[in-house]
């Protein structure tokens, strides 16, 4: 029996490497300009740090962790508990009040695998402790729209505010008693969640659910002055910085820890998978880890549904990492040649590449051809004695001869890179 990968673990081959590294560096770049620094956390974790602080009644901590039970040990589901636990460890918050924090890494949720639904997937999770003003909720949103606009990946912003301990409780009656008026017609999963959690009623995805719930009364209508005040201030800050944004009474978001401000960034090309990035405000999560009373905020943008929607929109088949220079010796000789000054080609930053064993020029062309070398350096017999190689530019298929001298060779291809870039 041949091995295969777990399912919904995947593998990421390398003609998909590359736009990972660029969606990547992209989000690297942009975060430097917010001020962000990264921190990179271990994926094991005790199960006791996500049980506390994801939520009992949650997708997650129900049914999703993957648990070693004989060693309390979990694999991370998400980042930001293991973010809070390094931050409350190493008081972090000693070294600076407010700290802009983001990690990139994969998360494990043992769920249905499907289109941009894994069961190994990655996040880039950022996150801002410390602050419980609401122009960083509405300046984390606008470095989420200006990713997503700086990929060209066209998404919606959805925003909502779950109200706080103060005003939670009198709504989460209200609704309750709604609840009950429509029990008989909502699915299993809403009638448990109605004892366990009411709220994840509004979040369900089944349709017959949806429609009973249309006419809930909204949290909106319940929140306490000062969630009130708070949410103003976020969609003023939003429209002061030109954020289009719509409210959804509906979107509770997952995770218990959650008050006020909750957003997700949606997409409508990914089916069931729409949520592209989720994020919320979790004021109270720090000191119910133990640590000081600390304001926080952040969100976790999904990795590979980014990737499929830049996939979708770009129609170019994908393309493995490139070279400069293919180096093809004919004979023994030359190759031995080609094989020194390949090295110090690349030490001097070319990227370069040649068959290490003694091919036909016809074959070494072919392969050069496949590598997207940009350049063929060709010696022979004759070039060896001459001291002078053929150097053939594959765009224009121009050749010249030069001098077989890695400083002279690095400098012809490299100009001749830029010049074409
Ligand atoms: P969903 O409703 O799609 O299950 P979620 O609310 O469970 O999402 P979060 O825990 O908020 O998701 O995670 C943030 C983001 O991580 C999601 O918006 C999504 O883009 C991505 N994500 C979550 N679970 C998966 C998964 N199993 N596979 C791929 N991406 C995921
Ligand atoms: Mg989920």
């Given at each position: 029996?041949?091995?295969?990968?777990?399912?919904?673990f995947?593998?990421?081959?390398?003609?998909?490497?590359?736009?990972?590294?660029?969606?990547?560096?992209?989000?690297?770049?942009?975060?430097?300009?917010?001020?962000f620094?990264?921190?990179?956390?271990?994926?094991?974790?005790?199960?006791?740090?996500?049980?506390?602080?994801?939520?009992?009644?949650?997708?997650?901590?129900?049914?999703?962790?993957?648990?070693?039970?004989?060693?309390?040990?979990?694999m991370?589901?998400?980042?930001?508990?293991?973010?809070?636990?390094?931050?409350?460890?190493h008081n972090l918050?000693?070294?600076?009040?407010?700290?802009?924090?983001?990690?990139?890494?994969p998360?494990?949720?043992?769920?249905?695998?499907?289109?941009?639904?894994?069961?190994?997937?990655?996040?880039?999770?950022?996150?801002?402790?410390?602050?419980?003003?609401?122009?960083?909720?509405?300046?984390?949103?606008?470095?989420?729209?200006?990713?997503?606009?700086?990929?060209?990946?066209?998404?919606?912003?959805?925003?909502?505010?779950?109200?706080?301990?103060?005003?939670?409780?009198?709504?989460?009656?209200?609704?309750?008693?709604?609840?009950?008026?429509?029990?008989?017609?909502?699915?299993?999963?809403?009638?448990?969640?109605?004892?366990?959690?009411?709220?994840?009623?509004?979040?369900?995805?089944?349709?017959?659910?949806?429609?009973?719930?249309?006419?809930?009364?909204?949290?909106?209508?319940?929140?306490?002055?000062?969630?009130?005040?708070?949410?103003?201030?976020?969609?003023?800050?939003?429209?002061?910085?030109?954020?289009?944004?719509s409210?959804?009474?509906?979107?509770?978001?997952?995770?218990d820890?959650?008050?006020?401000?909750?957003?997700?960034f949606?997409?409508?090309?990914?089916?069931?998978q729409?949520?592209?990035c989720?994020?919320?405000?979790?004021?109270?999560?720090?000191?119910a880890?133990?640590?000081?009373?600390?304001p926080?905020?952040?969100?976790?943008?999904?990795?590979e549904?980014?990737?499929?929607?830049?996939?979708?929109g770009?129609?170019?088949?994908?393309?493995?990492?490139?070279?400069?220079?293919?180096?093809?010796?004919?004979?023994?000789?030359?190759?031995?040649?080609?094989?020194?000054?390949?090295?110090?080609?690349?030490?001097?930053?070319?990227r370069?590449?040649?068959?290490?064993?003694?091919?036909?020029?016809?074959?070494?062309?072919?392969?050069?051809?496949?590598?997207?070398?940009?350049?063929?350096?060709?010696?022979?017999?004759?070039?060896?004695?001459?001291?002078?190689?053929?150097?053939?530019?594959?765009?224009?298929?121009?050749?010249?001869?030069?001098a077989?001298?890695?400083?002279?060779?690095?400098?012809?291809?490299?100009?001749?890179?830029?010049?074409?870039?």
């Amino acid at each position: 029996m041949k091995l295969k990968a777990l399912n919904g673990f995947k593998d990421i081959l390398p003609d998909e490497t590359g736009l990972w590294c660029q969606v990547e560096s992209k989000a690297r770049g942009l975060l430097e300009r917010f001020h962000f620094s990264e921190i990179r956390l271990p994926v094991l974790e005790k199960t006791e740090l996500f049980a506390r602080s994801i939520g009992a009644t949650t997708d997650i901590v129900e049914k999703e962790m993957y648990t070693f039970v004989d060693k309390q040990v979990t694999m991370r589901p998400e980042a930001t508990a293991s973010l809070m636990r390094a931050f409350i460890q190493h008081n972090l918050q000693a070294q600076k009040p407010i700290q802009r924090l983001f990690t990139i890494g994969p998360m494990f949720r043992h769920e249905r695998p499907q289109r941009g639904r894994l069961r190994q997937f990655h996040q880039m999770d950022v996150e801002v402790l410390g602050s419980a003003n609401p122009r960083i909720d509405a300046e984390l949103m606008a470095m989420g729209a200006l990713l997503f606009s700086e990929l060209g990946i066209a998404v919606s912003l959805e925003l909502n505010s779950l109200g706080c301990p103060v005003c939670r409780p009198s709504y989460r009656k209200r609704l309750l008693e709604f609840i009950h008026s429509r029990l008989d017609n909502l699915c299993s999963d809403c009638k448990r969640r109605s004892t366990t959690n009411p709220l994840r009623v509004l979040d369900c995805k089944k349709p017959p659910c949806r429609e009973q719930v249309n006419d809930a009364p909204s949290i909106l209508e319940h929140l306490c002055a000062d969630c009130d005040e708070h949410f103003a201030r976020v969609q003023k800050h939003l429209l002061e910085l030109n954020i289009e944004f719509s409210l959804n009474k509906f979107m509770v978001r997952g995770l218990d820890y959650y008050v006020r401000t909750t957003f997700e960034f949606v997409t409508g090309e990914l089916g069931a998978q729409s949520a592209v990035c989720a994020g919320g405000r979790y004021d109270g999560l720090i000191e119910a880890l133990g640590g000081g009373k600390t304001p926080g905020i952040g969100f976790a943008l999904g990795l590979e549904r980014l990737v499929l929607l830049l996939q979708l929109g770009d129609e170019r088949p994908a393309k493995e990492n490139t070279i400069d220079l293919f180096l093809a010796g004919l004979g023994e000789a030359a190759s031995d040649y080609c094989f020194k000054l390949m090295h110090e080609l690349r030490s001097s930053g070319i990227r370069a590449d040649m068959d290490l064993d003694i091919k036909s020029l016809k074959s070494q062309m072919k392969q050069a051809d496949k590598a997207g070398a940009a350049h063929v350096l060709i010696i022979g017999e004759q070039e060896l004695e001459e001291h002078k190689a053929i150097l053939r530019d594959m765009a224009t298929k121009e050749q010249q001869r030069v001098a077989m001298d890695a400083a002279v060779i690095g400098k012809a291809v490299e100009r001749e890179s830029r010049s074409m870039a």
